[in-house]
């Protein structure tokens, strides 16, 4: 016997379900601000900069999208 609540689909946004929002950082790769300035703060924004220059061409050549 179904319990009445399969059919309800889920209307809270990710903000409110405490996900964090990402913002793209290139056409193929995002990651939120915090991870962005972790980052920065570790290996400097040149390399930062770099490496997400590199997992965009990597991920675009290979069919991959952002989730």
Do not use: Q
Not at 8 to 18: A, L, N, Q
Not at 56 to 65: E, H, R
């Amino acid at each position: 016997m179904k319990s009445g609540t399969e059919n309800i689909t889920d209307t809270k946004t990710k903000e409110e379900k405490g996900e964090l929002r990402k913002n793209t950082c290139a056409e193929f790769a995002t990651m939120t601000n915090d991870e962005y300035s972790s980052l920065v703060e570790k290996f400097g924004i040149f390399k930062v900069d770099k490496m997400v220059e590199i997992l965009n061409n990597y991920k675009g050549s290979n069919g991959k999208t952002t989730v």
